[in-house]
């Protein structure tokens, strides 16, 4: 049995301020009357809400008077709100950037020749190399004749297929062909200098001379190349024979080149 004292000891331990024993402790101290009174009912207060009105009205609300118009703001112009020039850079679209389309690479063959003192590079039109009985390789050793060079040229390596690669991500427009057939022609001029090269056809005159059908039957400089001597295809010369009276006299102007004991 707990006495008095330690059992107010354990409730004010336990935080316990009101309580009461379901049976009559021993050495218990007697308990509040108070505390064994039922609790009353709560009662809530009872608050009469206003009658309804049909519609309150502002108090500050401008009341239109009988015989007068309400007035009505009409908005200006001038009082417009202005939109700063942020907002309209925002409404304004911006401009849709166009990527240039990828230039196809260029295709063509060329073979390199020599005969004497000069560098031949002549356009495949076929593709294929000469044969001793094409016709376009027949007009080529007359054209050599007439100009006093032999007429059995010498065929200088493989001819110059473009583009090298059928597939893949290298770089073959119409620069890098210009740069692969000037440095092709560069490395021959270095085993055997010339004193002109020929450019026969429009592929030969466009990435070894950098012109186009324009410079026909003149001279050009080229660098690193040195003179070169533009002309059209074998297979033009053989579908358009006036073309051939050009190139004669062009070549009359230019075989002292190639020929300075004859002048």
Same mark, same amino acid.
């Given at each position: ?21 379901? =049976? ?28 309804? =009105? ?20 009409? &908005? ?7 939109? =700063? ?19 196809? &690479? ?61 597939? %893949?991500?290298?770089?073959? %427009? &119409?620069?890098?062909? =210009? ?46 190349? %040195? ?5 059209? %295809? ?30």
């Amino acid at each position: 049995m707990l006495i008095e004292s330690r059992r107010r000891a354990y409730l004010n331990a336990m935080q316990v301020v009101h309580w009461l024993p379901r =049976t009559e402790l021993p050495f218990a101290a007697p308990s509040r009357p108070e505390l064994l009174l039922p609790l009353a009912p709560e009662v809530l207060p009872e608050f009469d809400a206003p009658p309804a =009105t049909p519609a309150q009205v502002p108090v500050n609300a401008p009341v239109a008077r009988s015989g007068e118009r309400p007035k009505i703001e009409i &908005p200006r112009p001038g009082n417009a709100p202005k939109a =700063t020039s942020k907002a309209v850079e925002q409404v304004e679209p911006e401009p849709e950037v166009i990527k240039p389309k990828p230039v196809p &690479p260029p295709r063509f063959a060329l073979q390199l020749l020599r005969a004497g003192s000069c560098l031949l590079l002549v356009e495949l039109a076929t593709g294929q190399p000469f044969q001793s009985r094409d016709p376009s390789y027949l007009l080529l050793k007359d054209m050599l004749r007439a100009a006093g060079l032999p007429d059995s040229p010498q065929i200088i390596g493989e001819p110059v297929r473009w583009p090298l690669l059928v597939r %893949g991500n290298l770089d073959q %427009g &119409p620069q890098a062909a =210009t740069d692969f057939v000037q440095g092709f022609i560069q490395a021959r001029l270095e085993e055997s200098p010339c004193v002109c090269i020929w450019l026969i056809g429009l592929p030969a005159v466009r990435f070894a001379g950098e012109a186009d059908a324009e410079a026909y039957y003149r001279e050009l400089p080229v660098e690193g190349l %040195g003179n070169a001597w533009a002309l059209p %295809g074998l297979e033009l010369l053989m579908d358009e024979p006036q073309r051939k009276a050009d190139v004669w006299q062009a070549m009359r102007r230019l075989m002292a080149r190639w020929k300075p004991s004859d002048e």
